[in-house]
T-cell receptor, first 113, second 113 residues
Framework: QQQVKQSPQSLIVQKGGISIINCAYE??????FPWYQQFPGKGPALLIA?????SEKKEGRFTISFNKSAKQFSLHIMDSQPGDSATYFC????????????FGTGTRLKVLA | GAGVSQSPRYKVAKRGQDVALRCDPI?????LFWYQQALGQGPEFLTY????????KSGLPSDRFFAERPEGSVSTLKIQRTQQEDSAVYLC???????????FGDGTRLSIL
């Protein structure tokens, strides 16, 4: 019940295309869902986050869509660029507890020039 | 400093040796987390501090793992009698408090020979 399932494992997109990464969870107590971007040899960097009281949040080219009833959320990267090539992790946590993040297994994105 | 600082960046140790990994959180951040990231996987929670108090150590894999944050700032993760399965990247994250987002350092890559 503590797992966050992430798909796909890897993704190849043409420059200018839309990258879509999906995550699903079971624990209904989760109430904060961040997305992180990680480059090789670097730590995860926060991209965008959402709470379950909204269905969508947009920041620049990055959009999170959230479906509370289906317990699913996704990251959309619009106008994907080669510089977006990285590994993306979704995560979930309960803000009333320790606030430890439960991470997905990651999606390796490659954007072709 | 501007971000979370971890040292050393790389550590090689022989099986059975003790190691100590250091984390300098962002100034003023009261919450500090340690995660373990195996190759090709998402980070997994190890332990959490609020100031100097260790409030959750449920993720520590064995009693060989020990973490401390005696003055509520710098934290050290110690691994005694290292085993090959301890080889991973150890990430530290800090936040202003709950439920503020976590900011990660670049990690320490630990290799046990």
């Amino acid at each position: 019940q503590q797992q966050v399932k992430q798909s796909p494992q890897s993704l190849i997109v043409q420059k200018g295309g839309i990258s879509i990464i999906n995550c699903a969870y079971e624990n209904t107590a989760f109430d904060y869902f961040p997305w992180y971007q990680q480059f090789p040899g670097k730590g995860p960097a926060l991209l965008i986050a959402i709470r379950p009281d909204v269905s969508e949040k947009k920041e620049g080219r990055f959009t999170i869509s959230f479906n509370k009833s289906a317990k699913q959320f996704s990251l959309h990267i619009m106008d994907s660029q080669p510089g977006d090539s990285a590994t993306y992790f979704c995560a979930a946590t309960t803000t009333s507890g320790t606030y430890k993040y439960i991470f997905g297994t990651g999606t390796r994105l490659k954007v072709l020039a | 400093g501007a971000g979370v600082s971890q040292s050393p960046r790389y550590k090689v140790a022989k099986r059975g040796q003790d190691v100590a990994l250091r984390c300098d959180p962002i100034s003023g951040h009261v919450s500090l987390f340690w995660y373990q990231q195996a190759l090709g996987q998402g980070p997994e929670f190890l332990t959490y501090f609020q100031n100097e108090a260790q409030l959750d150590k449920s993720g520590l894999p064995s009693d060989r793992f020990f973490a401390e944050r005696p003055e509520g700032s710098v934290s050290t993760l110690k691994i005694q009698r290292t085993q090959q399965e301890d080889s991973a990247v150890y990430l530290c994250a800090s936040s202003l408090g709950l439920p503020q987002p976590q900011h990660f350092g670049d990690g320490t890559r630990l290799s046990i020979l």
